[in-house]
């Protein structure tokens, strides 16, 4: 069909100018990686006063159609590969559009794009390889950041490349892993680009480990050019197309976030106790892919190996998982997803901690005569501390270790630990003990049980005990019925 547009060179130009110079020359090394061929970049600041010069070579099979030397958005075979980079055929006239004049010498044919305009095709004589010369008159201050930049380019195996007559090679990647991520491709030659999922290569390199390179963070990449910096203290290689937009300069969140999570995966032995508590690992945490194992040695990590959630809800098993030497962590210093995440492995105090719930509750024979003295004492120590008689039951517990629990004004003994001899002779001291410490959990303890709260708590009950004590001395103090 007949073309329905016309594309102005000047107003690609403006749209192109501002950006950074090295993301309009990436397209040409792009193009030159796609056809498998070696490349060699020179950028020269010198070349003419006032000019910035830019060569680009290649040795491949050159231009299959001139016409692509020029044409914008044409169809091309990149978009059915997801393993080549070309989608919109469009990259090499972005450098183009802001040429002061510029050059595409390809096998049989030259194209040159001269200061005032238009074109001119003529034949030539070279057997091999594309070579595009470009003259700026501006730009002149990027000249060497461009080198710079291009000098953090991650090369494909097998091909050399070479940046103002600079071999730029690159170390073996720390880790190398497969996954399944979103890419865009066309099923035919005359189909849509569409979005769909391929499994992949992503290699992880260390930071700096490029011939020369000098960068502050990390990276990702899309089959060797850069695409933005992120968070993560790794270069991160894709192997395969990534979804982006024309400028192909930034990536999704939720893509992002997937890669975070390959990348923690297989980098876990690279964590520490300072590391593991930065962004990256967290959101990396909360995505679906991460494992129960790698959540498990992230918290490892970044909160000790005794490390536990503690739920307000639950005092009683966080004053048992504290006891028994666990870290108890506020819920509220992890984000929601993580405290399910936590939760999905099992490391809340509710979940290793928490007392059977159908325990049954003693009652009648079951109860000695001491145990019911206790509880009547018990219920009007509540009453003259807390204002209220708390419920007082027993059970049986032998499988768990703690003395008596207090939760929604109920007090519970635990005559499985205690045994019922203890109960005899009420009150004694070591039951005061006990009533005044379970007491203390129901005036705004905090959730780890035994913080600075619980401990003014238990001291604010102390001294009104012992005030009420004085108050009403020997004959006035509680008395059995």
């Given at each position: ?186 099923s035919g030659p005359n189909e849509p680009i569409r979005n769909t999922n391929r499994k992949t290569a992503i290699t992880i390199h260390k930071l ?175 009453s003259q501390l807390l204002g209220f008689e708390c419920n007082v039951v027993f059970v049986n517990q032998k499988q768990a270790s703690h003395l ?46 035994h913080g600075t709260q619980f401990v003014h708590t238990l001291g604010d009950l102390s001294a009104r005990a012992l005030v009420l004590a004085k ?11």
């Amino acid at each position: 069909m007949d073309n329905r547009f016309e594309i102005s060179t000047e107003g690609m130009r403006l749209l192109h100018e501002g950006r950074p110079l090295w993301q309009l020359v990436k397209e040409l090394v792009a193009n030159s990686w796609d056809e498998g061929a070696n490349c060699r970049v020179a950028i020269k600041t010198n070349f003419i006063p006032g000019y910035l010069s830019i060569e680009v070579e290649d040795d491949g099979g050159g231009f299959r159609d001139i016409a692509d030397a020029y044409t914008l958005m044409a169809p091309t075979m990149k978009r059915r590969l997801s393993e080549t980079r070309g989608r919109f055929n469009i990259g090499e006239k972005e450098l183009l559009s802001i040429a002061y004049s510029a050059y595409v010498e390809t096998v049989g044919f030259t194209v040159y794009f001269p200061h005032e305009g238009g074109k001119k095709i003529v034949t030539n004589d070279r057997s091999k390889g594309t070579l595009i010369s470009v003259m700026l008159d501006t730009h002149m201050d990027e000249g060497e950041a461009t080198i710079a930049k291009l000098r953090t380019f991650i090369p494909p195996l097998g091909l050399q490349y070479r940046v103002n007559g600079e071999l730029i090679e690159c170390d073996q990647p720390i880790a190398t892993t497969w996954a399944t991520l979103p890419t865009v491709l066309s099923s035919g030659p005359n189909e849509p680009i569409r979005n769909t999922n391929r499994k992949t290569a992503i290699t992880i390199h260390k930071l700096d480990n490029l011939f020369g390179k000098e960068s502050g963070k990390g990276k990702i990449y899309e089959m060797g050019i850069p695409i933005q910096d992120i968070d993560v203290p790794f270069d991160v290689n894709i192997g395969q197309k990534v979804p982006l937009p024309p400028n192909r300069d930034v990536v999704s969140n939720t893509y992002l976030q997937d890669v975070y999570a390959e990348v923690l995966a297989v980098t876990l032995d690279q964590l520490t106790e300072d590391n593991a508590s930065e962004t990256w690992v967290r959101l990396a945490v909360e995505d679906p892919r991460t494992t129960g194992e790698t959540v498990k040695a992230v918290m490892d990590k970044k909160l000790g190996t005794n490390a536990m959630l503690s739920l307000p809800f639950d005092k009683e098993a966080n004053e048992e998982a504290f006891g028994a030497g666990q870290t108890l962590i506020n819920p509220k210093t992890l984000s929601a997803i993580e405290r399910e995440k936590f939760k999905a492995v099992g490391l809340s105090s509710t979940q290793v901690y928490s007392r059977p719930k159908n325990t049954p509750e003693l009652t009648g024979k079951d109860l000695t005569p001491e145990m019911l003295q206790v509880k009547e004492y018990t219920e009007w120590m509540s009453s003259q501390l807390l204002g209220f008689e708390c419920n007082v039951v027993f059970v049986n517990q032998k499988q768990a270790s703690h003395l008596a629990c207090y939760g929604g004004r109920e007090f519970t003994w635990n005559i499985g630990t205690l045994g019922k001899k203890f109960f005899k002779n009420a009150p004694t001291k070591e039951q005061d003990a006990i009533i005044l410490h379970e007491l203390a959990h129901d005036r705004g303890s905090d959730v780890r049980a035994h913080g600075t709260q619980f401990v003014h708590t238990l001291g604010d009950l102390s001294a009104r005990a012992l005030v009420l004590a004085k108050h009403l001395g020997e004959e006035g103090w509680w008395k059995p019925n």
